[in-house]
């Protein structure tokens, strides 16, 4: 796996994103739980909150099928959405409303190209479960501050978290409970006749072989290139809100994080 090169975590990244399209959301209850919906909700009304006006410009980088794109859309923003996959950025597409068409533009490119073409500065760069996807997801981060107006805000939201395990006991209790997930997200997947494409990430899902990503790495990429981190917010991320709920408050486990920085 470590032999990988950049090219092939791209096609491979095309491949599987091919494969989700318009069931990405379905197949990953993870993002659309009660529990995650709500930090859904407080993160991009925070980001909204430290912007100074209600038409922003923003970027989101891997927008996919607009899990987030759609929420700043909603509250008045122009936002630009990038994304490697034709397919997810059709999904997308399909579901903006007329009236917000003026306001969002979609590009079909790798993050990395699109730093390339496009000189634009924005008040907000915002990226969701991108970062584990990315070969060099450092050579990205450090391209796209140079993107940030002075004042601007960076979101990193949803990524897997790099961590040590410090309880044997907890980590075990945090398997059972991941085990009782998955089993029940199997069999409901099952009776919607929708396929899990599990085997298929194995490349795409390029920094996971190195446990996810370190957020207080990214803290100090963003100190060198000038923005301060606001908050890191660390949580267990789960296929239903019950278990995320659960995960979280009683067994104190983490395995996904948020950052906000500010230029
Ligand atoms: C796990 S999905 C997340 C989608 C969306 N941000 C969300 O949170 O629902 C990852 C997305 O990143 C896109 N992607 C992966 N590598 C990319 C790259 N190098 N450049 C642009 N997009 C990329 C994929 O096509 C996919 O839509």
């Known amino acids: 796996m470590a032999t990988l090169t950049r090219e092939k975590v791209l096609e491979e990244n095309k491949r599987v994103h091919k494969l989700e399209d318009q069931f990405y959301l379905e197949r990953h209850p993870e993002q659309t739980n009660f529990y995650q919906s709500r930090l859904v909700k407080k993160t991009v009304d925070h980001v909204c909150s430290l912007l100074d006006s209600p038409s922003e410009d923003i970027l989101e980088l891997g927008c996919g099928t607009g899990y987030l794109y759609l929420e700043f859309l909603k509250r008045g923003h122009k936002i630009t ?6 397919e997810m950025i059709s999904v997308l597409e399909s579901k903006i409303k007329k009236d917000d068409r003026k306001r969002s533009r979609l590009v079909v490119n790798d993050v990395e190209t699109f730093a390339e073409i496009d000189d634009k500065k924005y008040s907000a760069i915002i990226v969701s479960a991108l970062l584990h996807h ?4 450092e050579s990205v981060i450090k391209m796209y ?4 107006m002075p004042g ?3 979101l990193i939201f949803f990524e897997p978290l790099k961590q040590n395990i410090n309880s044997v006991i907890r980590y075990r209790m945090h398997q059972t409970l991941a085990g009782i997930d998955e089993t029940i997200y199997r069999q409901k997947m099952i009776r919607k006749k929708i396929s899990i494409l599990e085997g298929e990430y194995h490349h795409a899902d ?3 072989q190195f446990g996810g990503i370190d957020p207080y790495r ?5 100190g060198v290139e000038g923005l301060k981190t606001l908050q890191i917010e ?3 991320a789960r296929r239903f809100g019950l278990s995320s709920f659960l995960a979280t408050q009683f067994l104190k486990t983490q395995n996904t ?3 906000l920085a500010k230029k």
């Open 81 to 86: 959405g990038v994304d490697l996959s034709a």
């Open 134 to 137: 990315l070969y060099d997801f």
């Open 145 to 148: 501050c140079d993107r940030l």
């Open 152 to 154: 601007g805000v960076f």
């Open 206 to 208: 390029y920094q996971r």
């Open 218 to 222: 990214l803290k100090d990429l963003f």
């Open 234 to 236: 660390k949580y267990c």
């Open 257 to 259: 994080f948020n950052l």
